[in-house]
């Protein structure tokens, strides 16, 4: 009789027990989840120092380049100049930042130094003792007249920028044909030889960004 009514017992102590427990382990997972969601609330997002750039040509013109995705942008340059042995690597950072500044895809200016002097490798140079010493690899300000030289890699491409910015986008130059026409007209009668390098090389970049 004694064991039936510990047996009796022992089935509803132990059913409040385990309510008790389900209770305590519920409430516990509620104050944890309201202490995550705390902390996640004062997360601040991380500031980036690449802010998005706006489209430098119009979205209709042919062979139009733009940004598609910013935070991207210093490794596929990076990348690109690294790969290719280019001198220009070590300032890749300050060509980004100077190109974002005058709203010029940092992509279309490697191209154009891809096209012009192989990325830096192929310069006019001041100095016979340094084949880098004229710091122009977009073929800026270079004629039959003399050529333009910088004394770093950031004033080149400020002087490109800048010059891109207001001779070239401001004034309604669109395109790649449409900027070779003043960038460098003898290319027209090569079967517009220069918008097709630099396109080319448009091209791989974005189809490198792809891959990354």
Known sequence: MKRLLVVGLWVPVAMISLLVCLHVYAA????ESKKISNV?????QPYQMYKSVPRVLGEQAPNAFYIQSQ???PRLIELYLRKNSSPMLDSYQDLILIAQEYGVDPIFMVSIAQCESNLGKKMPHEDSDNPYSCHNPFGWGIHSQGTLCFDTWQDGYKAVAEGLRKKYFNQGYESTED????YTPPALEKQGSWAKCVNHFIDDLNNLREEM
């Open 179 to 182: 900027i070779m026409s003043k």
């Open 71 to 73: 935070d991207i942008m």
């Open 28 to 31: 516990n997972e509620e104050n």
């Open 40 to 44: 996640a609330s004062n997360i601040t």
